[in-house]
C-alpha cells in the first residue's frame, strides 16, 4: 500500500484527496516534529481529515531537534524514513509547480552547476510528487471547491529559513519583473530535463570508452563540458563538484582530494574514482 505523506497543509491536503478519490489503496503519514506550539492542533486536524475520508493515518513523533545544523534537512530525513520504513510502495509528497519554482531558485542560490536547474523529478525511487504539474493556487482552489479545510505553518514564512525568503521576497520581485516569471522558469526546466536526456547519453558514452574505473588520461583529453559531467557522474548523488573538475584531474598519481559531502577524489593506477573519506585521527597530548 502506498503512503501520502499529510502535513495538514492545502498541498498534501489536496493530495490526500485525490489520491482517495482515484480509488488507490493509501495510508496517510503525518510526522509530529514537536517543534511549534500549533504541532499538536495539526496532527488533531489529520486525524480528524482521515477519518472523514476513511484513510488509514499513522502518526511518527519525531525525537529530539538537533541543537545545532539544518533543522529543515533534519526534518525531511525524519519523515522520509518514517515513511520508507512503513511500505515497499511508492511514498506520495505534496510538492507543487510552485515548490519546484522555488526549489530551482534556491539551489541556483546556493550551488554551482547545472544539477541546481534541473529541479526535482515526478519520481525519484520510491519517492513520487504527483502534484509537481499544479500550482499551490491551484491547490487551494481544489480544497475550497470540496470544502476541505487545511492548516497554515507559519514557520513557512520564516525570514530566518531560505526557503521563505525566496517563497515571500525573491519571487514577488521575479514576479514584478515579468508576471509569467514562474511559467518561464518551468518551462525553461522542461527544456534543460530534455537536453540533461541528449547529454546523459553523451556522458555515458565518454565514460564507457574511459573504462571502469575512468582513465584520469582518458577523461583530461575530453572538452571541458564534457570533463565536468562526466566527473560529476562518477561522483553519483553527492555533493555538487563539476565547477571542482579540474583540480580533480590535475591530481598527481597517487594524490587525493576531499571534496565534500563525506567523498574523496583519488587518482590509483592512472584511474579516477571516488571513495568514502575516511574518518580522521584524533591526536590527543598525554
Known amino acids: 500500500m502506498n503512503v501520502v505523506m499529510l502535513s495538514g497543509g492545502r498541498d498534501s491536503v489536496c493530495l490526500l484527496h485525490k489520491t482517495v ?58 519523515r522520509y524514513e518514517a515513511a520508507l520504513a512503513r511500505t515497499d510502495g511508492d511514498v506520495a509528497t505534496g510538492h507543487t509547480a510552485t515548490d519546484q519554482v522555488e526549489t530551482v531558485l534556491y539551489r541556483l542560490a546556493a550551488s554551482p552547476g547545472r544539477r541546481a536547474l534541473l529541479g526535482m523529478r515526478e519520481r525519484d525511487g520510491q519517492l513520487v510528487r504527483p502534484l509537481l504539474g499544479v500550482t499551490r493556487a491551484e491547490t487551494a482552489a481544489h480544497c475550497r471547491a470540496r470544502g476541505l479545510d487545511w492548516v497554515e505553518d507559519a514557520s513557512n514564512a520564516d525570514p530566518a529559513f531560505a526557503r521563505g525568503r525566496v517563497r515571500h521576497s525573491l519571487l514577488p520581485a521575479l514576479r514584478s519583473i515579468h508576471p509569467a516569471a514562474e511559467a518561464n522558469v518551468l518551462r525553461t526546466l522542461a527544456l534543460l530535463r530534455d537536453e540533461a536526456d541528449v547529454l546523459d547519453e553523451v556522458v555515458g558514452a565518454a565514460l564507457a570508452a574511459a573504462g571502469d574505473p575512468p582513465s584520469a588520461d582518458a577523461l583530461r583529453a575530453l572538452p571541458p563540458a564534457l570533463q565536468r559531467l562526466a566527473v560529476q557522474r562518477l561522483a553519483g548523488d553527492g555533493p555538487a563538484i563539476g565547477h571542482r573538475t579540474a583540480e580533480i584531474l590535475a591530481l598527481p598519481e597517487g594524490g587525493a582530494l576531499d571534496v565534500g559531502g563525506g567523498l574523496r577524489a583519488r587518482i590509483e593506477g592512472g584511474r579516477l574514482e571516488f571513495v568514502s573519506t575516511p574518518p580522521r585521527v584524533r591526536v590527543t597530548s598525554a
Open 21 to 78: 478519490a482515484s480509488g488507490a489503496p493509501v495510508t496517510a503519514l503525518h510526522v509530529n516534529y514537536g517543534l511549534r506550539p500549533e504541532a499538536g492542533e495539526d496532527e488533531a486536524f489529520c486525524r480528524a481529515l482521515c477519518a472523514e475520508l476513511g484513510v488509514p493515518l499513522h502518526v511518527h513523533h519525531a525525537g529530539p531537534a538537533p541543537a545545532s545544523g539544518n533543522l529543515q534537512a533534519w526534518a525531511r530525513d525524519v
